[in-house]
């Protein structure tokens, strides 16, 4: 079985710029999540997508944003890019959404830096 | 404010023997916890969960104890091997909740 999916590995942008990032859940799941990871900083949750709609958003401002389309896929922008956005981008999908007592499960991530 | 804390950034302990990695709670509507183990570069990859009706769940070398008196789990290791090197993080996850809450991780160490 296919685990979680993100695509690219690694992405160099310079400020101001935006940028895109691409997740592809396992098989089967429906909630995606996504969470940014900074040296010290442990796991920053960005927000949860079910069956298309955004569930939840944690404490980013409004330049990150996110959707999910009809086959799970989501999709991740942030825009006007700042050198304190540089940071792993991780993506997590489970069957069901959070406060459902399951695991969430990564994927690699994608390697943001701003130069 | 920090609803699930791993107070212990680094533990190094020495091959063969058993590691002891710690988390603290403060929410008391959780009650499924769960442990994750995250290698340089790559994300991280789930271990072992435990639900609040249990008080310890073994998976192999790893063992979770959950105290919910004292808001505590802990995840032990044996024999440590140098392959757990890594940094793990504790979760915690209710019904209703919008989303898992990690703690801030704790880096393994495992010495020959």
């Known amino acids: 079985k296919a685990g979680v999916t993100q695509t690219p590995r690694y992405l160099i942008k310079t400020r101001g710029q935006q940028v895109t990032l691409s997740c592809s859940p396992i098989s089967g799941h429906r909630s995606v999540s996504w969470y940014q990871q900074t040296p010290g900083q442990g796991l920053q949750f960005l927000f949860e997508y079910f069956s298309e709609t955004q569930r939840n958003k944690g404490n980013f401002p409004g330049r990150f944003s996110g959707r999910q389309f009809s086959n799970s896929r989501s999709e991740m922008n942030v825009s006007t890019l700042e050198l304190g956005d540089s940071a792993l981008y991780l993506c997590?999908?489970?069957?069901?959404?959070?406060?459902?007592?399951?695991?969430?499960?990564f994927g690699d991530g994608t390697r943001l830096s701003i130069l | 404010d920090q609803q699930v804390k791993q107070n212990s950034p680094s533990l190094s302990v020495q091959e063969g023997r058993i590691s002891i990695l710690n988390c603290d709670y403060t929410?008391?509507?959780?009650?499924?916890f769960l442990w994750y183990k995250k290698y340089p570069a790559e994300g991280p990859t789930f271990l072992i969960s435990?639900?609040?009706?249990?008080d310890k769940n073994e998976d192999g070398r790893f063992t979770v104890f959950l105290n919910k008196s004292a808001k505590h789990l802990s995840l032990h290791i044996v024999p440590s091997q140098p392959g757990d090197s890594a940094v793990y993080f504790c979760?915690?996850?209710?019904?209703?909740?919008?989303?898992?809450?990690f703690g801030q991780g704790t880096r393994l160490t495992i010495n020959p």
């Open positions: 979760a915690a996850d209710h019904p209703g909740a919008q989303k898992l809450v």
């Open positions: 435990i639900s609040s009706i249990k």
């Open positions: 997590a999908s489970s069957p069901r959404p959070a406060g459902a007592n399951q695991p969430q499960h």
């Open positions: 929410n008391s509507m959780f009650d499924y």
